[in-house]
């Protein structure tokens, strides 16, 4: 008798044990889900925060990959993305055919965005990079402001906008 009431013990605590862990884990699953689908746009988030930080450094073109003295907008993104391990091509033109297509109302913090502008623009070729800001604002550098924020939804980059690829 005395045994039969051990083993009944013994299966009620290794079911209550066993129900509790899957519990446990059913709870934490889309937890973990969610901070794993949060994690791009985390990363996206803090490529941006990081290219603020160069608020104002001079635009020039051609600007070597290896200073932060100047930048010109290729090489701005390809440094800013190098800290959070991503490795982008130096120009451009180059940079528009890496990662994946994002559609302009999909856009999210650390999304590439690619227009046809400036002296060599002819409304097809890519000649301008920028980081999407979120809120429709874009961080890149050019011209006499350097390193800026600009709204992506006015004036010239509402014109000459292209394309978009996330590379995060």
Request: with cysteine; proline share 3%.
């Amino acid at each position: 008798m005395k045994f039969n009431t051990l083993i009944q013990k013994v299966v009620t605590v290794g079911l209550c044990a066993t129900i509790g862990f899957g519990a446990v884990s059913m709870i934490n699953a889309p937890a973990a889900q969610a901070a794993t689908a949060s994690v791009s746009s985390t990363k996206g988030q803090n490529v941006v925060n990081y290219g603020k930080k160069f608020m104002g450094t001079p635009y020039k073109f051609g600007a070597s990959t290896n200073t932060t003295k100047n930048f010109d907008c290729s090489s701005f993104m390809k440094y800013i993305f190098k800290k959070y391990g991503v490795s982008l091509p130096r120009t451009s033109a180059a940079q528009s055919k890496v990662g994946k297509a994002v559609s302009k109302a999909n856009l999210k913090p650390g999304d590439l965005v690619f227009f046809s502008s400036g002296s060599r623009a002819n409304g097809k070729n890519v000649t301008h990079v920028a980081v999407y800001a979120g809120n429709g604002k874009i961080l890149h550098t050019y011209g006499k402001p350097g390193v800026t924020i600009s709204n992506l939804n006015s004036g010239n980059w509402k014109k000459t906008y292209l394309k978009a690829r996330r590379v995060l």
